[in-house]
């Protein structure tokens, strides 16, 4: 009888490890197979919780939070490309110019749940930003992600246009937050065990087998 872990993933929809993370986790999920049953739950993490609704250029915004020249950009982007092009991700970084606020998209993931398609809707999510170059803060574009992952359209578009959820995701985000979690992706498997970044698949494949063992 295959263990079942409970696996809440932290994480943001313009965080490119989150992409990373997620790809990595499902892949060691694959190579478990009947092993392990894989509850996941996506919780909301803003890198950018105060972005204006126009964004900012990405160089220009990592030089300011973290002191990136451009050229220390332009590598940490082709490390990124990579590692996503090894796991079957495409970042298509000549499109993603600027970096965006995310929270009506944590709106709709929080929506998402409700139905159980918060899996899908976040790989629409991330396929629009980091693929397609998207700016996830219109809700067009949340709305033909609603539409990829098969939900609702009217229902997603009613709910952009109210406040609903918005009090949730606060309300987690601050629960993450108070516990610790200030980087992304913050994988939380069974409540108390943590893997941090966007680790490669082995890495995720052995803690979840030994997490699983534990009974």
């Not at 295959?2 to 932290?10: G, R, Y």
């Not at 949340?142 to 406040?163: F, G, I, N, P, Y």
Request: contains cysteine; hydrophobic residues 40%; glycine residues 6%.
């Amino acid at each position: 009888m295959p263990a079942t872990l409970k696996i809440d993933f932290v994480s943001d929809v313009s965080c490119p490890w989150c992409a990373i993370g997620l790809q990595s986790l499902e892949t060691a999920l694959g190579r478990l197979g009947d092993e392990v049953q894989a509850d996941i739950h996506f919780q909301p993490f803003e890198l950018n919780p105060n972005m204006v609704s126009e964004g900012e250029d990405i160089t220009e915004h990592l030089h300011k939070k973290y002191g990136s020249t451009p050229e220390q950009a332009a590598a940490a982007r082709e490390n990124i490309r990579q590692r996503g092009e090894a796991l079957g991700f495409t970042f298509n970084m000549a499109k993603r110019g600027r970096i965006y606020n995310t929270f009506d998209a944590h709106r709709l993931l929080h929506w998402a749940e409700t139905s159980g398609q918060q899996l899908a809707l976040k790989k629409a999510l991330f396929a629009a930003y980091f693929t397609n170059g998207e700016d996830p803060s219109n809700h067009e574009v949340l709305l033909r992600a609603v539409r990829a992952a098969d939900l609702d359209v009217d229902e997603a578009q009613r709910v952009l246009a109210t406040d609903d959820y918005a009090a949730e995701v606060r309300e987690q985000e601050q629960l993450y937050l108070d516990q610790g979690i200030h980087s992304v992706p913050a994988v939380i498997i069974n409540d108390r065990h943590l893997i941090s970044g966007g680790q490669p698949p082995e890495v995720f494949e052995q803690a979840l087998r030994q997490i699983a063992a534990q009974g």
